[in-house]
């Protein structure tokens, strides 16, 4: 069974920094396009980062030059470094991606998210 898991969330003041990782378990060929979104309380989601398998990225204007997505392709993991946060950062944060797998193909899939919250 495919699964995304988030990890690295959690509570930081105004102007830190914060990681998060996203690894997918299971049988997998590839990850197409891994994203990260957010959704804060009351309000839709939103992309905030992506990438291709190849290294170009996406990003929303809010924060760009703040937050960087990489990847790992041998470890199955995308990961959003976060930098200099801001209490409008404060939200719960999916990854999402086109996985292909050996037994069923291209699929989307979606982690459960990691709360982010930036106060002081």
């Known amino acids: 069974q495919v699964q995304l898991v988030e990890s690295g969330g959690g509570l930081v003041q105004p102007g830190g920094s914060l990681r998060l990782s996203c690894a997918a378990s299971?049988?997998?060929?590839?990850?197409?396009?891994p994203g990260w979104y957010r959704q804060a309380p009351g309000k839709q989601r939103e992309l905030v980062a992506a990438?291709?398998?190849?290294?170009?990225?996406k990003y929303a204007d809010s924060v760009k030059g703040r937050f960087t997505i990489s990847r790992d392709n041998a470890k199955n993991t995308v990961y959003l470094q976060m930098n200099s946060l801001k209490p409008e950062d404060t939200a719960v944060y999916y990854c999402n991606a086109d996985i292909v797998t050996m037994s069923f193909g291209g699929m989307n899939y979606w982690g459960k998210g990691t709360l982010v919250t930036v106060s002081s």
């Open positions: 299971g049988s997998i060929f590839s990850i197409n396009a």
């Open positions: 990438i291709t398998p190849i290294g170009s990225t």
